[in-house]
């Protein structure tokens, strides 16, 4: 397990392609191979390339599926999760694991068309990818694990808690509800209103690329995010992580997500007790596991606390970090997330 976290590597999207990523750690650099492909999701008249990556243990005995879903921000990406993934492909336990990392559709390493996105659209992209005959996972229906981030997280227990995936255990970490701007500055009708206009002006041609590039696609705009509560310890703010995610802006169509997620439209739930709600859904159903993090802001840090002993979550912990713990401490959610997934399944063994 590594103690630092400095990433970047080669990617290429296509069907079965090994791709790499090196890794900075305290015994040097050291580089982790994987599988890379697209799949094909179809919205409305559009084919999308959907980017993920299979990680996979050198045992050659069947697996267990995990899926993991990166944290929807205006810098999501598949990488947040590597670590943890091989992590937990590499342990020796009774049952062995599968990992597959998926980038939402206009985020991370997938196409990113101008669509008009909401939470509701984000549930039915991750209800299509699990269920479709053709998905990437391998899993028998309900034999699958899910684990997301932030937003993420809600929004795979949304999907759950309304019987349209069939899951076998949910893991939440830093579980999150609320976008950016609605979280400071409210929802009433005048708010709204104004989040409506930035989000045109946004998405528009010119105007919405010279915004973006003001608020978003700029090194000391994506610094001060991760410095100031996306990462815990700003120590841990690599000039690696700020380049691939200031990348990751540049690309066409990289800014109609953020429009969605900073004004709210990605929301899955809009109160406290919408959200309590989503974890009670589950309750009796499958086990659920709440990360929670000691760094992280105010406002989520008590929307996380609420879920300590609430009904629905089997377990509830507390690691480092802030609103990205498993790419700034990835070897303490990995040890974590495996204690779940051991007291979950590999005790029945």
């Keep these: 397990m590594y103690s630092t976290n400095s990433v970047h590597g080669k990617f290429t999207n296509g069907n079965g ?5 090196t890794v900075q750690s ?15 999701w179809k919205f409305q008249d559009k084919s999308v390339n959907i980017y993920y990556e299979e ?31 091989k992590d937990i492909v590499q342990q020796n336990g009774k049952v062995n ?6 980038d939402w559709p206009g985020l991370g390493y997938s196409d990113r068309p101008k669509i008009d996105y909401n939470a509701d659209i984000m549930e039915a992209f991750l209800v299509e990818f699990i269920n479709a005959p053709d998905r990437p996972l391998q899993h028998k229906d309900g034999d699958l694990v ?8 809600t929004i795979a227990l949304r999907a759950a808690q309304k019987g349209l995936v069939k899951t076998s255990a949910i893991a939440a970490v830093a579980p999150t509800w609320g976008g950016p701007l609605p979280i400071v500055f409210g929802r009433d009708s005048n708010m709204e209103s104004r989040y409506g206009l930035l989000r045109g002006t946004l998405r528009a041609p010119a105007v919405g690329w010279m915004m973006y590039n003001v608020l978003v696609s700029n090194e ?42 900073l004004t709210g439209l990605l929301d899955p739930v809009q109160s406290r007790e919408e959200f309590l709600k989503l974890f009670a859904g589950l309750d009796g159903k499958m086990p659920v596991l709440v990360v929670s993090t000691k760094g992280s802001p105010k ?44 007291e979950t399944f590999e005790l029945d063994c």
Aim: hydrophobic letters at 35%; glycine letters at 6%.
């Design 17 to 21: 392609q090994e791709a790499y990523w």
């Design 55 to 85: 990680h996979k243990g050198d045992s050659s005995e069947p697996c267990k599926d995990i899926l993991m879903i990166p944290t929807i921000s205006d810098v999501s990406t598949v990488e947040e999760w590597r670590s943890v993934a």
């Design 97 to 102: 694991w599968r990992a597959t990392i998926l």
């Design 146 to 153: 899910v684990c997301g981030g932030g937003h993420a997280a």
């Design 220 to 261: 000391k705009a994506i610094q001060s995010q991760y410095t100031s509560h996306v990462y815990a310890d700003p120590k841990n703010v690599t000039p690696a992580i700020i380049e691939s995610r200031y990348n990751l802006t540049k690309q066409k169509g990289a800014r109609y997500v953020p429009a969605a997620f």
């Design 299 to 342: 406002r989520s840090k008590a929307e996380m606390n609420v879920l300590k002993g609430a009904r629905g979550v089997s377990k509830f912990v507390e690691v480092p970090g802030a609103l990205l713990p498993q790419e700034e401490y990835p070897a303490t959610v990995a040890e974590e997330l495996y204690k779940f997934l051991q």
């Design 26 to 40: 305290d015994q040097g650099l050291a580089v982790k191979k994987f599988k890379s492909g697209t799949w094909q």
